[in-house]
């Protein structure tokens, strides 16, 4: 079944023009993970934008988004404004950016999930500290009243994944999630990651540009190239017999960068 | 939090200590002696020699200079800034009645400059590029371009006398208080409602506005998330904004016949009425100071990296 399908996806700039995504299409199987992956400027995170219908003002899309049945692209905004978070949910790359700066991170987890649900601020706090245990954030209830800039990155992408955990929504978007991380923080980012979708059996979209964490987490996977899908297919196939020169070129100097990375997933296997 | 505010208070103190010297400093340099001018003030027919040093010594000028300051400031701690030199009476007795009036003038005019400002700035921002943005920078851009003084005229003519609406001068109702804080206000919210949409406009591609609508959070709820973002260098300007009118209502007090510090203290200045003036300046220069200190302590409850650093 599919969880999401997306039909002629086309995304332009509204005054220059200037076509950013041409006509995408692709599916996301329940249960299933799907990376995109591609250079910086391909699209990739155009693509997540327009998913949630999150463009920034003057950049237009068209096409069909259907997410279990519904067109996403013909709910009106209020409508799409449920479902966001709660449906399809979001990670993104700068967990020091992706918290106001002037409040306490915990005043994001409880206005989202007072949005959602309704719950009354003891309920919420049993929640995420439950959540924030289960990503090995440890003291919650002090993490909650600091400041953005008080926390690691890597602790900021693990409350992210601790609040999605709470909200279980049917697909998590993550948008560079392991980017902005050094190797060891990236490690246990995509554990968390992997845990978060064993336990809450939702569907991921994982873009990424490291190929050594696509290998690790993604089913199937998206390469894309100047706004266009070059090419699709099983992980496993993508890897080792891609038809297009560019995923070749790709898959043979991200190996050699994504080294580190394997080498300490393997250990941890070892282990 | 109550730590910084003290701190903050008290860090006040040696500025304006040094602030009340240069103001003695200043006015000593003027080049008319103190003694001719209060003698030409009581109209005494012939200024001779003799009659210039005795009101030197009444008037404490042979003191060493730093044993006036000391003498003056400590008065000035009491709310004694001395007689004025041409009518005689206590400088207080003129001056504090003249700053109530411009107090009230300019709180009102600061109360619709803010309010107007960030109402402006955040509908502009989030209407970036469409017709209302457009119209109302438009609009600003002209009103602001308006010399006061004229703008205040022809408000005068129209309002006053054509449509016998409003008070043409003076501050005997509430009424009185609409034309001169509408002509002091047009020009400061022009400029600062553009500050407000800017910053906001910054804001609205930080990642955490992003994250925020990801999540499902209602628009209201963005909206002020990022207004306490961006109004952390508004607040400078709009309590900098508070001494500054204080100090420029001239204009706009002689338009509208306000009894109030600016006419005070251009008279004050053309009869060379040394203590009023030396009060006067006394008083911006602390406002100025004040206003500064009040404005950190906002931006530190807004900003929490402010409060850490200190």
Not at chain 2, 250 to 278: M, T
Request: proline share 3%; aromatic share 8%.
């Amino acid at each position: 079944m599919n969880m999401l399908e997306v039909r002629h996806l086309k995304v332009w700039d509204q005054k220059s023009h200037n076509v950013i995504i041409h006509n995408s299409s692709f599916q996301l199987k329940a249960g299933q993970c799907l990376a995109i992956v591609g250079e910086s400027g391909s699209g990739k995170s155009v693509t997540c934008r327009s998913l949630m219908r999150l463009n920034k003002p003057g950049i237009q899309q068209s096409g069909e988004i259907v997410f279990k049945g519904e067109y996403l692209n013909q709910l009106s905004d209020k409508e799409m404004r449920k479902r966001r978070g709660r449906n399809i949910g979001m990670i993104l790359q700068n967990g020091m950016r992706a918290f106001d700066p002037s409040s306490v991170v915990g005043v994001h987890c409880k206005e989202t999930l007072r949005e959602h649900f309704g719950w009354s601020k003891s309920e919420i706090e049993e929640k995420m500290t439950k959540a924030m245990e289960r990503v090995l954030l440890k003291h919650p209830m002090e993490l909650l009243n600091k400041y953005p800039y008080q926390l690691s990155g890597g602790m900021l992408q693990r409350l992210m994944i601790a609040l999605a955990l709470v909200l279980s929504p049917d697909i998590i978007i993550a948008d560079e999630p392991t980017t902005a991380l050094d190797t060891i923080s990236q490690f246990e980012v995509v554990e968390q990651l992997m845990g978060l979708r064993e336990s809450t059996g939702c569907s991921m979209l994982f873009v990424s540009h490291d190929l050594g964490v696509v290998q690790k987490i993604a089913d199937e996977v998206l390469v894309m190239r100047h706004g266009e899908i070059v090419e699709s297919g099983t992980t496993q196939a993508v890897f080792s017999e891609a038809q297009h020169p560019y995923t070749r070129y790709l898959v043979s100097t991200r190996r050699e960068l994504g080294a580190n990375f394997n080498m300490m997933m393997q250990e941890d296997n070892m282990c | 939090m109550g730590l910084y505010m003290v701190k903050k208070l008290i860090l006040s103190i040696p500025l304006l200590f040094v602030i009340s010297f240069l103001t003695f400093i200043l006015i000593n340099l003027s080049p008319m002696d103190p003694a001719e001018v209060v003698l030409r003030a009581q109209e005494v027919p012939q200024i001779t020699e003799e009659l210039i040093a005795q009101t030197r010594e009444a008037l404490g000028l042979n003191k060493p200079f730093l044993n006036q300051y000391t003498d003056w400031l400590l008065a000035c701690l009491q709310l004694d800034f001395g007689d004025s030199y041409v009518t005689g009476e206590s400088v207080w007795s003129l001056i504090g009645p003249a700053f109530l009036n411009t107090l009230k003038l300019t709180l009102v005019s600061s109360a619709a400059i803010i309010v107007l400002s960030i109402v402006l700035g955040v509908n502009c921002a989030l209407r970036e590029g469409t017709l209302v943005d457009q119209s109302i920078r438009g609009m600003s851009f002209l009103l602001t371009a308006l010399p006061s003084y004229w703008l205040a005229s022809i408000m005068i003519w129209y309002f006053s006398v054509k449509l016998d609406l409003l008070p043409t001068s003076g501050m005997e109702s509430y009424a009185s208080y609409i034309l001169p804080v509408t002509v002091i206000s047009v020009g400061y919210i022009g400029i600062y409602f553009r500050n407000v949409r800017s910053s906001m406009l910054n804001q609205l591609n930080e990642d955490y506005v992003l994250y925020g609508r990801a999540s499902g959070l209602s628009e209201k709820k963005i909206t002020l998330h990022i207004l306490r973002n961006s109004l952390q260098v508004a607040v400078s300007i709009f309590c900098m904004s508070i001494p500054i009118i204080l100090g420029s209502t001239v204009v706009i007090e002689n338009v509208f016949a306000w009894p109030g510090l600016g006419r005070l203290s251009v008279k004050s200045i053309l009869s060379r009425d040394f203590p009023i003036i030396q009060a006067y300046v006394l008083i911006l220069a602390v406002a100025f100071v004040l206003f500064n200190t009040v404005s950190d302590i906002i931006n530190a409850a807004l900003n929490p990296k402010l409060r850490k650093e200190f």
